[in-house]
Every structure is written in structure tokens, then in C-alpha cells.
């Protein structure tokens, strides 16, 4: 009997061409990746070179010297509501006292002729009293000693940001969600994306009370970024750093802030698969 | 064969991971400030202990409380009652957790011969262990010192890094002076105005002192009341054994020198050129270096800690800015840091050499102003509180010590010097009634 072997490509030129192919075809693709590295390269300096370009010119010439102190300016965003409400106080205010400051003169110039000495006394008064209480007010700015420990003991603490601040703050951050870019793969669905939105800004005001920093931490500008995973039932599967601040402890404040805060609000099926995968990032604080 | 095919796919999946992940941000936004609560309790004294040293160790305690009270934005000092027992018990973490407290400090003061013993233990509360605990043998006149050591000992446990405690401020005073002849010396205080200490005694007009990092030094200008010749010559002082020398007596103004790293040379201003210039000069030689050379005016110096850059006041651009340069050359890398300010003086750079203080006239008074060191983030920092002037920086950074200017009446203005922290919200005056106080300048030895 003749053995049936399966016929072998035993053909030389065959196998030469197939192997001269796959060589070609691999250093094809090998120059395609090489070009694409290269033109992002070359793009992305070309952006960054703009983008030092605009902020260089955006770093506008100081015109003056600022007129708000440093603490000024972090009270005025926190009482923005309060001030609002001030004004249009005073505003109603003014003009009342207005008409009877014009009222008063016209009752008093008769009198005026026939009383003058008491008037300009009375005018001495008024100044010497103004003299006075400014005086006083100025010894009492330099009576302040730091000798006598604070007696703040009953005073409630408000951290950075009072009560009255959350409904401006969370107006500023949801400003502040960054949207994402074009999408390159996955089935993107408009509803789908607005729900997975929806979903995942809830996510800084549950994280936000756990979020703490000593003060050495506090004005330095860090920036991390935490990648999060989450359970369909809201609990966070997995939470790493994927953008790291440079300070080690700063991180590890960060994901902490987030482990703190599980469980988040139950997924649903329309964005789950998203979360699931981890497609959250939690800027600490962009 | 199939190698070549296998090597084919893997290429192929190569592409598949260079794919960017898409991914959205949510920004969670600014942190809160860690306040932690602390009690230092009253003292434990034992009652062999005579009345003056029971007035000492509630010194003490007071000194501890005031000490991390500084630290407003770290610690949070509470009140606490009155010790129902003689001597320290056992912690009770559950107790104190209940109150909220972080940290308890206590401090038991017992007899030790003709001096005391003074036992200071710090628990922290949370973490449910003891962080200090340590005694040290003193007398009622060096209490204060070992309670400040003692204070920063236990800082440096929790924060990690160095407080001011143990620091000391110099500064000028006029108090001495007599009717029209007017005398300024130099003074020495802890950093809460205690334990004034007198170092000159010229009778004369002292200005800008300095000192090295290590103490041994002392640099001051003198306008000598005495003598025919009113120059404004520099002298240095021998720490250890209080003689003062002539350093320079160059003709016109020999002035506002600061320290150079090394502690072997400083940074001075001369005119003896004609115009004011910024001169190294080495302490022990006298050999002089021009650092600046320009024919506007270059003044009042200030160096960073490690020595490699330096921020003064020049005249340039036709009115007084705030420039920087490596001060290991001449000339060398010169660039303008502010430029708005109808009359900047006094730039300081801050201890990590990122910030520049100085003050500036605005508004008819003197405020002081921070600018990052590369001209950025230019800030205000007092306003509303009289004409404040040479600020300078606490050794760890935290802190900014200055002079203060007050009108008390049309022929009488009032200066003391105050603190406040970095961002401008003012402790207080540690001077007062101690004659007009200025040119403070902070150190840690």
C-alpha cells in the first residue's frame, strides 16, 4: 500500500517568496508604526510649543499691584452670595437716608441765623468724637499681642469652605468636568454617554468630605489623578494612581479619599460596562 | 516557518495596544485643611515644689500652649478642665477620642534637688500610642529654654521637619536713646519677644544687622556718634567674646550685608565707586568682589540658603525693581522679577529660595508683597495695618516677621515688630514698649 502523506510545499521558490513576504510585510508595519510614533511626536511638539506660546503671552504683564490681599481673595469667593445680598441691602437703604439728610439742612438754616455759635460747637463735637474713635481704633489694631492663647475654643470649625460656599462651589465644579475627547472604539451611544456622565459626576461630592490634607500638602498646586473601578453593586473594586502628583503622600491621601467614600450609588446596565472597566478618572483636585 | 507567521500576528497585535485609553476626568476639587485638636492639660506639680517653681511649670504649659498655637493652620489648641488628680494617669484614648482630641500633651514638674524635674509626655490619641516622652533637669531661669526645646522636639515627631521654637529674632532699637541724641542697638529676643537680650553697646546708630547661620557672627552698620567722621562703616562682632572690628570703613555707605553660604564672606552694598554696588567681601581677608556692575544703584542683597541665587533692589529700569542673579559671578544671569510698584525695598528670599517678600509703596503706606522667585504669582499680603517694612522669613518657611509702622499722634509714630504667617494673616506684635523696633531678622542656630 501506497502511504498517504500529506504533500509538503516542498516547492523552493515557494517557500522563498512566502518567507521574502512576510519579511516585507513586517518591516511594512513596522515603518508604519515607526512613522505614526514619529509624526505624533513631531505634532505633539509642535502643540506644545503653542501651547507654551500661549501661555507665555496669556502671562499678562502685571498692569498694578494687587489691591485684594491673599486672604481677601479666598474670603471673597466664599461670601460671593452673602456679598450679593449686602448690596442689594445697602442699595435700598441709600436712598432713604438721602432724602432726609436733604430734609434736615432746609429745617436748620433758619435756625442757623439766629443759633451760629452752637452749631460750629456742635461741629467741633462731631470732629473731635470722629478724632477720637479713630485714634482709639488705631491703638486697639496695635494692642494685639500674641502672648494670650486664642480663645476659640467654641467656635465650630468650617474647614476651607463653609456651608454657605457648597452651592457656588458645586456650580464651579461641575464646570469644571473635563468632557472627553473623540471616541476611537466602542459602541457610543448618545443616551449612553449622558447617563455614564450623569453617574460619574455624582461621584466628587461623595468623595469630596473624605478628601483632607494637612497644611503642608495644601498650597503647593499637586495635581493626581486616581483611576477607579467599580463593582455593578457601587463598590470600588480597584482604585490606583494614574496620573501621580510627585508627592508620595498626596497619592496615597487621594486613593484613600476614594476607598473612604465606597460604596458609590449601584451601577446600572446602560453605562455599567464603562465603569466597570474603569473608565472614571478622579481628579484630585482637576 | 511558523515562526515567521507567529512573529506576523504578534506584529499585527502591536497596533492593537497603542490605542489610547478613553477615559473621562471628574475633578473632585480642593481638599479641606487637617486641623488636629490638641490639649497640653495643666501641670502635675508635686507639693515639695516651693511657689515660684509652681509658678514656673504653669509657665511652662503656657508655654507649650502657645508655642503650637502659632501653628494655627496645623493644630487647633482646646481648652482643657482643671486636673482632678495629683499626678498623670494613664492615657484614657476612649476618653479623649470621645472629645475629638488628637493630641495630649502633660507635663509633671517634681523636685530634683535644688532645681526640677520636668516630664513632658505627648500622646497621640488616634493612632493610640505615646509620640514623646522625655525629662529634662532645670531651673526656674532656664525653663523656657528647655520647654522650647522640648516643644520642638515633639513638632518634629508629628510634622516631621524643624519649628520655630528654638528660633531667635534681632532686631533694632532706639530705646536707648536720650533726648535729640538719637541711639539704635542691636537686640536679640526668643521668636515670642521674650528674653530680650542687649548685643551692642556703641551709643551709636546701628542698622541692618546680620548674622551667619551658625552664630558665631554678627555684621552691623555704625554711624558712630562719637568722632569727627559720620560714615556708615561696617563692623563684626565676635559672638563668643563680644569684641566688634571694623570690617569696612570704605568712604560714603557700607551697608546691608547678608551672610553668603560658608559663612566666610558677605554680600555687601558700597559707593565707594561713585554709585551704590553690590561687593563680596571676604570676612577674614577684606578682599573685595564686584557682584553687581551697573551704573544705576544695586542694593540690599538677599541670598538663598544653598547660595546660588540672589534677589536685590536696582535702580535699572529708572525706579526701584526687584531683580535676581547668581551671585557666583558678576553680572551673571540677571533678571527682572517685578514690574509694577511705585517703590519696592527689601526683597527676602524665603528659606527654600521659591519666594521673594518685600515691601512696596502703595496707597500711602508700606505693604509687604510676595512673588514667586521666577516672577509668577505676584500676591498681597498685608493691607489696612499701618506701613509695614523688612519682612523676613521664619527658618522653616511658615512665618514672616516685620516692622510695623503706627501713627499715634501728629508728632508721634509708633514701631513694633509683628508676625504673621505666610499668607498674610497677622498674629501679632511681639514688641511693645521696647522704643521703636525694627530690621528684624529671623534665625534658628
Known sequence: ?286 | MKKLLLVFILLLSATAFAQDDNLTIVAVGDATLEKDKMVVQDPYTSGSLTAAQKNSAMELVKLLRNDFAFYQKKFFLVESAQNNTASRQTTNYDYWNGKGIRYLGTASVDKSGVDMKVTVVFEDIKNRKQIYNSSMTTSISNMRRTGHEMANKVYKQIIGKDSIFNSKITFVSDRNTRGRKTVKEVYMMDFDGKNVVQLTNHAGIVMSPTMSADGRWLVYSLISNTGKKRNNDLYLMDMRTKTATVLSNKEGVNSGAVFLTGGHSIALTLTVSGNAEIYEMNINTKELRKITNHFASDVDPSITADGTLMTFLSDRPGKAMIYTMDPRGTEKDVKRISFVGQFNATPRFSPDGKEIVFSSWLDNSFDLFRISSDGQGLSRLTKDFGSNEDPSYSNDGEFITFTSQRVISRARADQNIYIMDRDGGILGAITSGFGNCISPRWYNF
Open chain 1, 1 to 286: 500500500m501506497k502511504d498517504f502523506s500529506t504533500p509538503k510545499f516542498n516547492h523552493q521558490s515557494f517557500n522563498f517568496f512566502v518567507r521574502r513576504s512576510t519579511y516585507v510585510h513586517a518591516l511594512l508595519i513596522l515603518c508604519t508604526l515607526t512613522g505614526g510614533k514619529i509624526a505624533f511626536d513631531i505634532q505633539q511638539k509642535e502643540r506644545d510649543k503653542n501651547l507654551e506660546l500661549i501661555s507665555a503671552s496669556v502671562r499678562v504683564d502685571m498692569v498694578a499691584m494687587p489691591t485684594q490681599t491673599l486672604n481677601e481673595l479666598k474670603n471673597m469667593s466664599s461670601g460671593v452670595e452673602e456679598a450679593k445680598k449686602e448690596v442689594k441691602a445697602e442699595l435700598t437703604e441709600k436712598p432713604v437716608e438721602k432724602v432726609a439728610e436733604k430734609v434736615e439742612p432746609k429745617d436748620e438754616k433758619p435756625v442757623e441765623k439766629e443759633d451760629p455759635t452752637d452749631k460750629t460747637e456742635a461741629l467741633r463735637e462731631a470732629q473731635s468724637k470722629k478724632r477720637m474713635d479713630f485714634l482709639s481704633k488705631l491703638k486697639k489694631i496695635g494692642d494685639k499681642k500674641v502672648d494670650a492663647p486664642k480663645e476659640n475654643t467654641q467656635k465650630a470649625e468650617k474647614g476651607l469652605y463653609g456651608e454657605k460656599d457648597t452651592a457656588l462651589k458645586n456650580l464651579v465644579l461641575s464646570g469644571n468636568k473635563l468632557s472627553k475627547g473623540t471616541q476611537m472604539y466602542g459602541d457610543g451611544n448618545a443616551a449612553e454617554m449622558t447617563a455614564f456622565q450623569a453617574y460619574a459626576s455624582r461621584l466628587p461630592d461623595l468623595v469630596r468630605p473624605h478628601w483632607k490634607l494637612p497644611s503642608f500638602l495644601m498650597n503647593k498646586n499637586l495635581k493626581a489623578r486616581v483611576r477607579v473601578w467599580l463593582a455593578m453593586n457601587g463598590e470600588v473594586t480597584r482604585a490606583v494612581i494614574y496620573q501621580s502628583s510627585g508627592d508620595s503622600e498626596y497619592d496615597q491621601r487621594s486613593v484613600d479619599a476614594v476607598k473612604a467614600a465606597s460604596p458609590f450609588p449601584a451601577l446600572k446596565e446602560e453605562f455599567g460596562k464603562r465603569v466597570l472597566n474603569g473608565d472614571i478618572l478622579l481628579g484630585f483636585p482637576l
